[in-house]
């Protein structure tokens, strides 16, 4: 079955240090890979996305994906957190096909401490 | 430019009662794609919509959930007779018609009393 996990369902980082969310997919085939952010009260907002080539791709807001085809992964991190980056953060992944659905975790809701 | 406005931002509806849901796309973008996102459940996709074809409706939960769209434009998300399951937040998203990423609007808040 076509799966994501994220297995931090809640993490507390410190402003200034570094973060990482954990993302991992069950699918048939190597897929597209997307992170989304969600502040309370709003849609969801597109981070990055991973289609092919480089397996480090860099977003908004100074984050960056790793994909690891090996472990099925697609970790999100960023060096530096700001408190504006409190906030749910969202792996999905698709089809390689437009006019699919995405498939996504059940979220990581990221809090920043003083 | 503007992006995927979606409205009411809230709806309180009372149990049995029907809702309709309003989606605006970003202007150029073929391909609507609607979810609902409750909790314990995450995001859950309902139906899409791409240019004049047949909407992929595998998604929806039941009979009493359907969605039209007018123009190839707007859209709307009808549920019949509510249930307190309904209570949820549903998206709307669009993309340009060969392409991948999807972008969110705000999306409505329901709640069923």
């Known amino acids: 079955a076509q799966s994501v996990t994220q297995p931090d369902i809640h993490i507390t980082v410190s402003e200034g240090a570094s973060l990482e969310l954990r993302c991992n997919y069950s699918?048939?085939?190597?897929?597209?890979l997307f992170w989304y952010v969600q502040s309370p009260g709003q849609g969801l907002q597109l981070l990055l996305k991973?289609?092919?080539?480089?397996?480090l791709v860099q977003g908004i807001k100074g984050f960056e994906a790793e994909f690891k085809r090996s472990q099925s992964s697609f970790n999100l991190r960023k060096p530096s957190v700001h408190w504006s980056d409190a906030a749910e953060y969202f792996c999905a992944v698709g089809a390689r096909q437009a006019g699919t659905a995405l498939i996504f975790g059940k979220g990581t809701t990221l809090s920043v401490s003083s | 430019g503007a992006g995927v406005s979606q409205s009411p931002s809230n709806k309180v509806t009372e149990k049995g009662k029907d809702v309709e849901l309003r989606c605006d796309p970003i202007s150029g973008h073929t391909a609507l794609y609607w979810y609902r996102q409750s909790l314990g459940q995450g995001l859950e996709f309902l139906i899409y919509?791409?240019?004049?074809?047949?909407?992929?409706k595998s998604g929806l939960p039941s009979d009493r959930f359907s969605a039209e769209r007018t123009g190839g434009s707007v859209s709307t998300l009808t549920i019949q007779r509510t249930q307190q399951e309904d209570s949820a937040v549903y998206l709307c998203a669009s993309s340009l018609a060969q392409r991948v990423e999807q972008y969110f609007g705000p999306g409505t808040r329901l709640t069923v009393t």
């Open positions: 991973y289609f092919s080539g480089d397996t």
């Open positions: 919509f791409q240019g004049n074809s047949a909407p992929d």
């Open positions: 699918y048939g085939a190597t897929p597209y």
